[in-house]
């Protein structure tokens, strides 16, 4: 007896691929969206194309289209991201805390748990600026001046985002009573800081290293000291018996969870060509040329889910002082 009119429809049966089951080959199969919560030419927008450019080059001709969706600080994106279809071929580049921000603070409709997280690439932190010309030279001298004139000194910082947690945390770690000045983006604040106009700036230590010497950190987020801010201690460090978290700016790359939970395969795929592409020459010397290097690392799925949900429970242990704000 011949068997081929058996072993023909067995074949074609073992091609198939039933709804919430993948194989390493599933991934990718299309061209890639890749969804970023603001608007182009920020710091997350030029992460996002600097990472695009160099992925889409080992995708054997996938495009990686990076699509910019702003609005209410960076919920619409989210929103957008999570309504668009869960096949991971629609990415989003988001940053924490913003994202919990957009949760506890704005009652998103959504959870962290709606994100599968794939790497936390870039971790900046928080610091406190002034320019040169400023009579404090250390963070004891803006601090001792402000516990002197209580209400009386100003601190600037943009609206939303982790640096503004960070110095909300700092001012409430220290116990000071000063007035907080608030702009909606990067270039007012600066245009303000350089300007004199407060006494003393919440901003980005890795921003703070592109203006030079027009500028002097007294202090930064991190729990070590920053690269290129070596006079500037951690506030932990520079005060004794507080434990203000180190915040700052993450960015991070992410799928839908529903996609990585019904396919692990091709999601465990994704992440290690991400892996690759992050660790490959090329990107590790495109960030060396840009100096995103000194934020940048490759910590996995885990962990960044780990750091995402703790910077989660800071958003909610400050939620009464940010509606506030």
């Known amino acids: 007896m011949s068997i081929s009119r058996y072993v023909l429809p067995l074949l074609l049966f073992a091609s198939i691929t039933f709804p919430g089951t993948s194989s390493a080959a599933d991934w990718p199969t299309n061209n890639i969206r890749m969804i ?11 992460f996002a194309r600097g990472l ?19 609005g209410a600080s960076g919920l619409l994106g989210a929103r957008t991201f999570l309504g668009s279809e869960a096949d991971g071929h629609t990415m989003f580049v988001g940053i924490q805390p913003t994202l919990s921000m957009n949760i506890v603070v704005q009652n998103a409709p959504f959870s962290l748990d709606d994100f599968a997280f794939v790497n936390m690439e870039q971790r900046d932190y928080g610091s406190v600026v002034v320019r040169a010309e400023s009579p404090y030279q250390t ?10 004139k209580p209400g009386e000194l100003s601190v600037a910082m ?16 220290l116990d000071l009573d000063v007035r907080v000045v608030t702009f909606d983006g990067g270039g007012e604040l600066r245009t303000n800081m350089l300007g004199g106009h407060s006494d003393v700036t919440i901003s980005g230590a890795f921003g703070d290293l592109a203006l ?35 915040l700052g700016d993450s960015r991070f790359l992410a799928v839908h969870s529903s ?3 019904e396919n692990p395969e091709a999601f465990a795929t994704l992440v290690e060509s991400y892996r690759e592409t992050f660790e490959s020459e090329k ?16 910590i996995g799925p885990d962990d960044t889910t780990r750091l995402a949900n703790e910077l989660h429970e800071v958003v909610q242990g400050l939620s009464d002082v940010l509606r506030a704000e």
């Open 36 to 46: 970023v919560p603001f608007s182009a030419g920020g710091s997350i927008d030029r």
């Open 212 to 246: 030079g010497d027009q500028v002097r950190v007294l202090t930064v987020a991190s729990e070590s000291r920053f690269p290129g801010h070596p006079d500037a201690p951690p506030i932990n460090e520079a005060y004794d018996g507080i434990d203000v978290p180190a």
């Open 259 to 261: 996609f990585a939970r």
């Open 283 to 298: 990107y590790q010397a495109y960030m060396a040329e840009t100096g995103s290097d000194v934020i940048s690392g490759y």
């Open 158 to 173: 943009i609206q939303g985002g982790g640096t503004t947690l960070f110095g909300l945390s700092m001012i409430q770690a």
């Open 139 to 148: 963070i004891h001298d803006f601090v001792d001046e402000a516990r002197a």
């Open 52 to 70: 695009a450019q160099h992925w889409e080059e080992r995708l054997d001709g996938v495009s990686i289209v990076v699509e910019n969706r702003s």
